[in-house]
C-alpha cells in the first residue's frame, strides 16, 4: 500500500523567511496529493493541492511543486507569518483509494 | 456553504456507557468518512461511506459502529469503549470517493474514556 514520508517533523523560522516542506511517496499510481494545515484543536483544512498531471501549482503564498519520477512532493510558503504556524500534513493517493496522510510538520514562525 | 457540522463538540464517557457521535453535512456530498486523530499524529481513517453504503472499514473494533442514515448525515456509536480510544474523532466529506475530491473535514468531536 501507499506510504508518505514527510520532513521535517518540526521547522522554526523568522517571520518573513521561507519555508519548505518535503514529502515522498512509495505508489506510482497517486495522482492526487493535497496539504492539509492544522491549527491547534482546530480541523484539518486544505490550503493547496496538484494533480499527477501538473508539476507546480501556486496561490499567492503558498506553492506545491511535483516530481513524478522521484515521487516527491513540496509545500513551499513564502513571505512566512506568524499565522502560519500550524501542523501541517501531506497526503497522497490514487482513484477510489483512501487518502494516506505524512506524518505531519509542526511549523512555528517567530515575530 | 462548506460545512460539515459534528456533534458533540466534547464527551467523555465511562467505559460501560453506549454514546454516539452525530455528523451532517448540506453540500451533496455522497462520501462521507470517519477519522480518528490522536495528539500530534495524523488522522488515521476508519470509515468510508460512499453513496451511503459502508465502502472501507479500515479493521475498526465493533466497540465502533458507524451508520449512514442518509446521503447528509453519518453517526458512529460507541459502546464499551477503552481508555486507549480517548481521541478526537473527526468527520469528513468529499463529493465522491474518488482521487482528487477535496475532503472537508467537521471540527471533531474530543472523545475522552474514563
Known amino acids: 500500500g501507499e506510504n508518505v514520508e514527510q520532513h521535517p517533523s518540526t521547522l522554526s523560522v523568522q517571520e518573513g523567511d521561507s519555508a519548505v516542506i518535503k514529502c515522498t511517496y512509495s505508489?506510482?499510481?497517486?495522482?492526487?496529493f493535497p496539504w492539509y494545515k492544522q491549527e491547534l484543536g482546530k480541523r484539518p483544512q486544505l490550503i493547496i493541492d496538484i494533480r499527477s498531471n501538473v508539476g507546480e501549482k501556486k496561490d499567492q503564498r503558498i506553492a506545491v511543486t511535483l516530481n513524478k519520477t522521484a515521487k516527491h512532493f513540496s509545500l513551499h510558503i513564502t513571505e512566512t507569518q506568524p499565522e502560519d504556524s500550524a501542523v501541517y500534513f501531506c497526503?497522497?493517493?490514487?482513484?477510489?483509494?483512501?487518502?494516506?496522510f505524512g506524518t505531519g510538520t509542526r511549523l512555528q514562525v517567530f515575530p | 456553504d462548506t460545512e460539515v457540522t459534528q456533534t458533540p463538540k466534547h464527551l467523555v464517557m465511562g467505559m460501560t456507557n453506549k454514546k454516539s457521535l452525530k455528523c451532517e453535512q448540506h453540500?451533496?456530498?455522497?462520501?462521507m468518512y470517519w477519522y480518528k486523530q490522536k495528539a500530534k499524529k495524523p488522522p488515521e481513517l476508519m470509515f468510508v461511506y460512499s453513496y451511503e453504503k459502508l465502502s472501507i472499514n479500515e479493521s475498526v473494533p465493533s466497540r465502533f459502529s458507524p451508520e449512514c442514515p442518509n446521503s447528509s448525515l453519518l453517526n458512529l456509536h460507541l459502546h464499551a469503549l477503552q481508555p486507549e480510544d480517548s481521541a478526537l474523532y473527526l468527520c469528513?466529506?468529499?463529493?465522491?470517493?474518488?482521487?482528487?475530491?477535496?475532503?472537508?473535514f467537521g471540527e471533531g468531536s474530543w472523545l475522552t474514556v474514563v
Open positions: 453540500m451533496g456530498h455522497r462520501a
Open positions: 497526503a497522497a493517493n490514487r482513484d477510489t483509494d483512501k487518502l494516506i
Open positions: 469528513a466529506s468529499s463529493q465522491v470517493f474518488t482521487s482528487g475530491n477535496t475532503i472537508y
Open positions: 505508489d506510482s499510481a497517486s495522482n492526487y
